[in-house]
């Protein structure tokens, strides 16, 4: 935002046009009424002196002669055909004089002077003065933007603060607090019904895990065992979210050389990865809560994208990128959401392993990314630092 | 004669069939539905580890760890149902020497359990180690501290035999969790840190010491 367009400036434009606009109003009506009532006294001073001692004025303009009507009529006008040397004439039949405006003329142009620099002066008091009244609404206002700009970016404990008032800074400063206390609520209703969920899952879960390792080995029991390992690593999702979102997670951190480790890491999902190092990097980090990132990426990588997976190490960034149709638009808008898969071409899922990536990311302080490459395919971003 | 298991968990189904997976990786199990229970099955005798739960109702599992403890040094696995750091931390404290969070799988539990009933076996004929007032004696698994004999629990014995192999040599934690709790890779660091404050009540809180960022070492 250019500050010559800021509402402060505005406000200061608007006043000065104002006062401008008054100040010219009132000039020329002062200007109007003067400059009739030297004509006035004029035309008494000039018909008093042609009763008085008529002179020959010598001879008359034609304006005035034509003005004669007959004997007794008495005529008045005002000659400016010189405009710096004004006159006032008088006329009667075979009679007239003429009297000089010049004071009145030079009274009129002082008075003018006068008022012009009365008003450039009260402008320069005005506008300066209407810059800096305005600088506390603004102040109020930009307090807002920066209040919602913060909510916007993740911050729900954000507020304005606006005080009292009463006016309509006021008002937009509480909306925006409902609004963020709402968005609020609504995060830590999700929250804790995510915590709560996976919590009353638990118990039963590991009652089923260690009853179906129990089985008699069989296709049917293979078919059970394989969906109480997909409902286990669901409900220690949703848990990992749970503890990530209570916030009380903590970097537990050691060097790690990332080339090795990413290729431990992506051995360990038992997926394919082509992995590519650059240099021999190395990370202070925590190593847990790294693997659960990549592991995630490569396993989002397969479920949602297309083989070949790549994972490269340069510095301490590491991309995954697969060659699938890409993130959706709303991933990329706002970031992974849980139970939000986006477009339905990206296959099934519960939005939860991003999720978990950025959270753990969080954690230990990296920056998850995500994009799409130019020619095609998912591309998500670690960078440690 | 087999390895006895004392299994204290509420839950029935958790209960029974962690019992019918353990016996039939050959453990005898003796089981108890809640904390007052066990702790009376405990006290009758015979059991070569204690598999809890944390939350149980009477006594709690932190507090049963916590009983037990003052009279014995018998492994304590905790299952914690959470997974919370408070949960986990309090339990460790208790004298607990190692946890696992539900739901684990029997393969991961049996690892957890034979880690623990692993004896400490150093290489025969190796000479009583000493360092200051602290006297440890590997072949006997004795542990003087100014002459006195004093008990360690399985767990904080292994881990003092760990520093004392590597006397004045900084053990990270990833180390520890691999050589004393034979955790792969991704062990949890506090049941390390929680050890050695265990470890450092017994034998003086100066003689094992942090290294910050990176572990502890024995002083020599």
Known sequence: ?385 | MSVSVLLVEDDEVIRRSVGMALERYGYRVASAADGLTGLERFRSGGHDLLLLDVMLPGLDGIGLCRRVRETSLVPILMMSARGDALDVVSGLEAGADDYVVKPADTSVLVARIRALLRRATPAPGTPRLVFGDLTVDPEALEVYVAGERISLAPTELRLLLEFAANPGIVLDRQTLLRDVWDYGWDGDSRVVDLCVQRLRRKIGADRVETVRGFGYKLRR
Not at chain 1, 101 to 110: D, P, Y
Not at chain 1, 119 to 133: I, K, Q, Y
Not at chain 1, 240 to 257: K, M, N, Q, T
Request: charged content about 25%; aromatic content about 4%; proline content about 5%.
């Open chain 1, 1 to 385: 935002m250019s500050p010559w367009r800021s509402l402060r400036w505005q406000i200061a434009a608007l006043v000065a046009v104002a006062s401008g606009v008054v100040a010219l109003a009132v000039g020329l009506l002062v200007h109007r009424s003067t400059f009739d009532r030297s004509l006035n006294l004029g035309r008494d001073r000039a018909l008093t002196a042609l009763m008085a001692d008529p002179a020959d004025p010598g001879p008359l303009p034609a304006a005035l002669a034509a003005q004669i009507g007959g004997p007794d009529t008495y005529v008045t006008w005002y000659d400016d055909r010189d405009p710096d040397v004004p006159w006032m004439w008088a006329a009667t039949t075979a009679k007239a004089v003429r009297i000089d405006m010049g004071g009145e003329l030079r009274n009129l142009r002082a008075l003018d002077r006068h008022i012009v620099l009365a008003s450039l002066g009260v402008l320069g008091l005005v506008v300066p003065l209407a810059a800096l009244a305005a600088e506390l609404p603004n102040h109020r206002l930009r307090r807002v933007a920066r209040t919602a700009r913060r909510v916007a970016d993740g911050d729900l404990e954000a507020r304005t603060s606006a005080g009292r008032g009463g006016d309509e800074i006021t008002g937009i400063a509480a909306a925006v607090d409902t609004m963020a206390a709402a968005l609020h609520d609504r995060l830590r209703t999700e929250q804790r019904f995510t915590a709560d969920v996976a919590h009353e899952l638990r118990t039963p879960l590991t009652g089923l895990v260690t009853s179906a390792e129990l089985l008699p080995e069989g296709e049917a029991t293979d078919l059970v065992r394989d969906r109480v390992r997909v409902l286990r690593t669901l409900v220690e999702n949703l848990l990992e979210i749970s503890r990530l979102d209570a916030g009380a997670e903590s970097a537990d951190r050691v060097e790690v050389p990332l080339g090795r480790f990413a290729g431990d890491c992506v051995h360990r999902t038992g997926l394919a990865a082509e992995v590519t190092v650059h240099g021999d990097p190395i990370a202070v980090t925590d190593p847990r809560r790294l693997d659960r990132i990549l592991a995630n990426l490569v396993v989002n990588a397969h479920r949602h994208g297309r083989a070949p997976v790549e994972v490269r190490v340069a510095g301490t960034t590491i991309t995954v990128r697969d060659h699938g149709p890409g993130f959706p638009a709303s991933l990329l808008a706002e970031g992974p959401r849980r139970f939000r898969t986006g477009a339905s071409e990206r296959g099934r899922g519960h939005g939860l392993g991003l999720t978990i990536a950025a959270g753990q990311a969080r954690v230990i302080g990296a920056r998850l990314g995500f994009a799409n490459a130019p020619e095609g395919g998912a591309v998500a971003t670690v960078r440690l630092n």
